[in-house]
């Protein structure tokens, strides 16, 4: 079993950055792959980026690839999501999620409460 927070959301100006933590609880973290996806009003929730179990391998969606960056600290149980760049268009609920690695949220078995993400043009 895996218990998932989500922090450092907030609201910032376009062309800002955040940092978002995810803090995992139960002692098999380190054996997941960890993802991240968002979802806005009206809108799916969709793939923003993903990392094994080791951190060795990452992943993002297209609409992130060169702004944002995925990192995990198996020691703290803690994977992050850096932010750069920040659009309007990425304003979101940001979810983290433990489970298999990549892009389909059906593959992930741990989902957080979310942080809300708020970008101003």
């Known amino acids: 079993q895996v218990q998932l927070v989500e922090s450092g959301g907030g609201l910032v100006q376009a062309g800002g950055s955040l940092r978002l933590s995810c803090a995992a609880t139960?002692?098999?973290?380190?054996?997941?792959?960890m993802g991240w996806f968002r979802q806005a009003p009206g809108k799916e929730r969709e793939f923003v980026a993903a990392?094994?179990?080791?951190?060795?391998?990452?992943y993002y969606a297209d609409s992130v690839k060169g702004r944002f960056t995925i990192s995990r600290d198996n020691a703290k149980n803690t994977v992050y999501l850096q932010m750069n760049s920040l659009k309007p268009e990425d304003t979101a609920v940001y979810y983290c999620?433990?489970?298999?690695?990549?892009?389909?949220?059906?593959?992930?078995?741990?989902w957080g409460q979310g942080t809300q993400v708020t970008v101003s043009s």
């Open positions: 139960g002692r098999t973290f380190s054996s997941y792959a």
């Open positions: 999620a433990a489970g298999a690695y990549g892009f389909d949220p059906s593959g992930y078995d741990y």
């Open positions: 990392i094994s179990w080791s951190g060795g391998s990452t």
